[in-house]
């Protein structure tokens, strides 16, 4: 069963950076597929970044470049490295995990159903 747990949010100006951070436990990071979502008051969730087992990223139409995703499997932690923040960013920002068998995943589908564990969420508010 994998559990992920976010930190790093918080409260920045617009034009600011923030790193997020999520640690993994109880799967082999190597074989998920990870992603970060986040959720608007009155909006669905969507999909902000994703990295499969190839180290293969996809990003949302609004990152614009902004977002940078990477995992560390050493570290079993995934980051999202968030800079230029605009006050549309403010979120709650959710690390989800992938498993798709023993072979490793390999999606790079940003749809938050694809995903099957979720963390607690972490704050981020741009100001």
């Known amino acids: 069963h994998v559990q992920l747990v976010e930190s790093g949010g918080g409260s920045v100006q617009a034009g600011g950076s923030l790193r997020l951070s999520c640690a993994i436990s109880?799967?082999?990071?190597?074989?998920?597929?990870m992603g970060w979502f986040r959720q608007q008051p009155g909006k669905e969730r969507e999909g902000v970044a994703v990295?499969?087992?190839?180290?293969?990223?996809r990003y949302g139409d609004f990152v614009k470049g902004r977002f940078t995703i990477s995992k560390v499997n050493a570290e079993k932690t995934l980051y999202l490295q968030m800079n230029s923040l605009e006050l549309e960013d403010a979120a709650v920002y959710y690390c989800?995990?992938?498993?798709?068998?023993?072979?490793?995943?390999?999606?790079?589908?940003?749809?938050?159903?694809?995903?099957?564990?979720w963390g607690q969420g972490t704050q981020v508010t741009v100001s």
């Open positions: 989800a995990a992938q498993y798709t068998g023993i072979s490793g995943c390999y999606s790079t589908s940003l749809a938050p159903d694809s995903f099957d564990y």
């Open positions: 109880g799967y082999d990071a190597v074989y998920l597929c």
């Open positions: 990295i499969n087992r190839r180290g293969t990223t």
